[in-house]
């Protein structure tokens, strides 16, 4: 399935819009509107980690080609880009249960963290996408 990784770095893409546009509602004291973005952001994450998941069950691990100078560029975006991928995961799950049960004030709380970190992944996971695959 050589397209999972274009299609990987589209819902990373995508995810960050909405991240974007999810956090401009709430600004606005749209909490409905929110509401519906979020989710929709979640699951475009949790989609990007099934598509992911299969690629590399499949392919298992994509060295970077180059031995230039991006190649330590490269490492600098994607190792901090995986520890919180994977640090990320249950922090979402506390902020989206922690807004189902409408303790809204702890779910701000915890997004003013959340949501920054959930933002670098979405935007590294497109730059380590270009880098490995359009760019090299």
């Known amino acids: 399935m050589p397209f999972l990784p274009t299609l990987n770095a589209l819902l990373?893409?995508?995810?960050?819009?909405?991240?974007?546009v999810g956090r401009r509602r709430i600004k606005?004291?749209?909490?409905?509107?929110?509401?519906?973005?979020m989710l929709t952001?979640?699951?475009?994450s949790a989609l990007f980690l099934i598509s992911y998941s299969?690629?590399?069950?499949?392919?298992?691990?994509v060295p970077y080609p180059r031995h230039d100078w991006t190649r330590p560029v490269y490492l600098m975006i994607l190792a901090p880009?995986?520890?919180f991928a994977?640090?990320?995961?249950?922090?979402?799950?506390?902020?989206v249960w922690l807004a189902l049960k409408e303790r809204f004030e702890?779910?701000?709380?915890?997004?003013?963290?959340?949501?920054?970190?959930?933002?670098?992944?979405s935007v590294s996971g497109v730059i380590v996408y270009l880098m490995l695959y359009v760019l090299s």
């Open 12 to 20: 990373n893409a995508v995810t960050t819009v909405l991240l974007v």
């Open 28 to 37: 606005r004291g749209d909490q409905a509107g929110h509401k519906k973005v």
């Open 41 to 44: 952001a979640l699951a475009t």
């Open 54 to 61: 299969i690629y590399h069950v499949q392919v298992g691990s």
């Open 81 to 83: 880009h995986v520890i």
């Open 86 to 95: 994977a640090l990320q995961v249950p922090f979402v799950i506390a902020l």
């Open 106 to 121: 702890q779910h701000r709380r915890l997004a003013r963290y959340v949501w920054p970190v959930w933002m670098f992944v």
